[in-house]
């Protein structure tokens, strides 16, 4: 078992950074691939962006390419996910999720957190 938490959402304007962290306990977290997905009101969860579990191949939808980093630093068990050029499209709840590989659909994905808001507006 697995159990993530979420942080570092808020309100931000338009071109500003925010950067989330996934924190994990409970388990060895470097055996897992751990992915980022959003949702915004009224509309179906989306991946953003995976990570495999050294760290050396990244995963990014086309929304968010050369905007957003994603990283892990594994002696901590946390996941980062460095949002830049933020736009207001990118409001939405945040995701972190771990599973066993990479896929950019949510069911591959065995544990998930709670969620952090990401506001991005003037």
């Known amino acids: 078992q697995v159990q993530l938490v979420e942080s570092g959402g808020g309100l931000v304007q338009p071109g500003g950074s925010l950067r989330l962290s996934c924190a994990a306990s409970g388990a060895t977290f470097n055996n897992y691939v751990v992915a980022w997905f959003r949702q915004a009101p009224g509309k179906e969860r989306e991946f953003v962006t995976a990570i495999n579990r050294s760290g050396g191949s990244t995963w990014y939808a086309d929304s968010v390419k050369g905007r957003f980093t994603i990283s892990r630093d594994n002696a901590k068990n946390t996941v980062f996910l460095q949002m830049n050029s933020l736009k207001p499209e990118d409001t939405a709840v945040y995701y972190c999720?771990?599973?066993?590989?990479?896929?950019?659909?949510?069911?591959?994905?065995?544990?998930w957190g709670q969620g952090t808001q990401v506001t991005v507006s003037s």
């Open positions: 999720a771990a599973g066993n590989y990479y896929s950019g659909s949510a069911w591959v994905y065995d544990y």
